[in-house]
C-alpha cells in the first residue's frame, strides 16, 4: 500500500485541479492533470519532511513556490518547447517568459493552502495517519 499511496495522491491532486481550471477558465488541458497531481503530491510531502510544528502559513508559502517552480518548468516545457499554448502569462504583470507571474504565484500561496489541508485529511481518512494539526503562526 506504501507504493500505491502517491500514485492515488497524485491522480486525486490531479483531478481536482483539472476540475479546478475547468470551472474557473471553461477548459483545461491533459498536462494539467499530469502537472496539477505532482504539484499536490509534493506539496503534502511538506508535512513528510518539515514538522507539523511549522506554522501553516509557511507551509503555504512553500507550496507556492514548489508550484510556482514546477509550473516554470512544465510551462517551458510544453508552451515553448513543444509549442503547445496551455496557458500564457505574458500580459501579466511581472511574468518570466509567461510561464509564470507574480500574480499567480501569490494565488498558488492559497491554492496551496487547501492543498495542505486536503491532503492531510486525505492521508488521515484513506491511510491512517496521523490526525492533522496545524499552527497559523
Given at each position: 500500500?506504501r507504493?500505491?499511496r502517491?500514485?492515488?495522491?497524485?491522480m486525486?491532486g490531479?483531478l481536482?485541479?483539472t476540475?479546478l481550471?475547468?470551472?474557473?477558465?471553461?477548459?483545461?488541458h491533459w498536462?494539467?492533470?499530469i502537472?496539477?497531481?505532482l504539484?499536490?503530491y509534493?506539496?503534502?510531502?511538506?508535512?513528510?519532511v518539515?514538522?507539523w510544528?511549522m506554522?501553516f502559513w509557511?507551509?503555504c508559502i512553500?507550496?507556492s513556490?514548489?508550484?510556482?517552480?514546477i509550473?516554470?518548468v512544465?510551462?517551458?516545457?510544453?508552451n515553448l518547447?513543444l509549442?503547445?499554448?496551455?496557458?500564457d502569462?505574458?500580459?501579466l504583470?511581472?511574468?518570466?517568459l509567461?510561464?509564470?507571474?507574480?500574480?499567480?504565484s501569490?494565488?498558488?500561496?492559497?491554492v496551496?493552502?487547501?492543498a495542505v489541508?486536503?491532503?492531510d485529511?486525505?492521508?488521515y481518512w484513506?491511510?491512517k495517519e496521523?490526525?492533522?494539526?496545524?499552527?497559523?503562526?
Open positions: 500500500m507504493m500505491v502517491p500514485l492515488i495522491l497524485w486525486i490531479g481536482i485541479y476540475l481550471e475547468i470551472v474557473t477558465r471553461g477548459r483545461s498536462t494539467m492533470f502537472v496539477g497531481g504539484c499536490f509534493l506539496i503534502g510531502l511538506i508535512n513528510e518539515i514538522p510544528e506554522a509557511k507551509q512553500i507550496g513556490f514548489v508550484v510556482t517552480g509550473e516554470f512544465s510551462g517551458c516545457i510544453v518547447w509549442g503547445w499554448n496551455v496557458w502569462y505574458s500580459h504583470p511581472l511574468n518570466l509567461g510561464q509564470i507571474c507574480l500574480p499567480f501569490l494565488l498558488w500561496v492559497l496551496s493552502g487547501m489541508i486536503l491532503d485529511y486525505l492521508r484513506l491511510f496521523e490526525k492533522p494539526h496545524y499552527r497559523l503562526f
